[in-house]
């Protein structure tokens, strides 16, 4: 009788496996996180408007090269870096490119391959993601051109009648997919289902519906054999909606995530890095702090991956001139250290900006 073969695919292999995982290991070392700089062109022209200047490739070009030539010592605290397809393909004004630059600060360049949150028919206004179609050749070109890692973000929105049963499993089984053409072609995964802080819910209300978007999420990688040890997960932190009238402390919001997180992300994910979700640049500090200073158990490293809550200082102080250059990336390598101290429960505050206080919240937020 002719043995059977297994009823296990084995779709990466051993060597695949041991490259994800090291990758996944190096951005969650110690008190180092996650630069996003993966603003669409759309998005960052909303940046750019802020300090009046025009949303041109050169202008957009600029700022990338503030941010990634600034002192080495930022590789102290940031390990990767997500970019956007135009700025994968960018280079400084003397023409090294990017993704070199990066590794020569030892930052793993990283790419975001989704394009974007778009109706879910059906739905209460709910939405997906789209991107599938072509996904591989895309992860085949960024692996050849330097990246180690790609970032996918589904959006989930609070409100009485959602997030529905519909829009957990499509965007779970989008993240799956996903995740699952990212590994074949060599990419580490971040896996981005937020769950937007529109709203006037309470805590305990974001609490239950981001266990219940997590375990949707990981029943579909379970589902679709993701290998776990290397994946990262980029979820948000659990706060309450900015409509709602009751004020919690940076405990009480450590104390729902990491318990939220403990009954839903196995432990064989390699690590977690929190998106800001609109909070200011010293409350997300502040919070990640706390979150890692919470007794609970933390089986992942738990660090971040900030846009705009390492950025909006930057470009305050660097204004689109010439003579803020300097100054934008003195205020990147500050936020880049609070973080890094903070991704080990030691940030002891202090960490002044020009715009450090101020609310980064974005109704709706979408790239």
């Not at 397809?85 to 990283?110: C, H, M, Y």
């Not at 200082?313 to 934008?328: I, N, P, Q, Y």
């Not at 991704?343 to 609310?359: C, F, L, N, P």
């Amino acid at each position: 009788m002719a043995k059977s073969k297994s009823r296990f695919a084995q779709y990466l292999t051993p060597a695949q496996e041991d490259e994800l995982r090291q990758i996944a290991r190096d951005i969650v070392a110690p008190g180092k996180g996650i630069l996003a700089a993966d603003e669409s062109v759309g998005t960052m022209g909303k940046r750019l408007e802020s300090i009046n200047l025009p949303n041109t490739e050169d202008n957009r070009r600029k700022y990338r090269e503030l941010l990634f030539t600034a002192d080495n010592s930022i590789s102290n605290n940031i390990s990767g870096v997500i970019l956007f397809d135009e700025t994968f393909r960018q280079s400084t004004a003397d023409g090294k490119p990017f993704v070199k630059v990066l590794q020569e600060k030892n930052i793993i360049p990283g790419i975001k391959v989704d394009k974007g949150v778009v109706p879910l028919a059906g739905s209460l206004n709910e939405c997906t993601t789209q991107g599938l179609d072509g996904l591989a050749e895309r992860c085949a070109e960024y692996k050849k051109g330097g990246c180690g890692f790609a970032k996918w973000r589904c959006v989930l929105k609070i409100s009485e009648f959602t997030p529905s049963y519909q829009a957990m499993l499509e965007n779970a089984n989008v993240l799956a997919r996903y995740a699952s053409i990212c590994q074949q072609n060599g990419l580490v995964p971040i896996v981005e289902p937020e769950v937007l802080p529109d709203g006037d819910h309470d805590l305990e209300t974001a609490q239950r519906v981001t266990e219940q978007v997590l375990a949707f999420t990981y029943k579909a990688l379970a589902d679709h054999n993701i290998f776990l040890e290397g994946t990262l997960l980029k979820p948000n932190m659990v706060t309450a909606g900015q409509g709602c009238t009751k004020k919690y402390t940076s405990e009480d919001i450590a104390r729902a995530t990491v318990t939220a997180l403990n009954r839903t992300v196995p432990a064989a994910v390699t690590g977690i890095t929190f998106l800001s979700g609109g909070q200011s640049e010293e409350d997300a500090t502040i919070n990640l702090n706390a979150i890692n200073q919470f007794a609970g158990r933390k089986p992942w490293p738990l660090t971040f991956s900030y846009g705009r809550a390492l950025q909006a200082s930057v470009l305050k102080a660097w204004a689109g001139t010439d003579s803020g250059f300097k100054a934008g990336q003195e205020e990147l390598l500050k936020r880049a250290r609070a973080n890094g101290a903070a991704a080990v429960g030691q940030y002891q505050g202090g960490g002044d900006g020009a715009a450090t206080g101020e609310s980064l919240f974005v109704a709706n937020h979408a790239y």
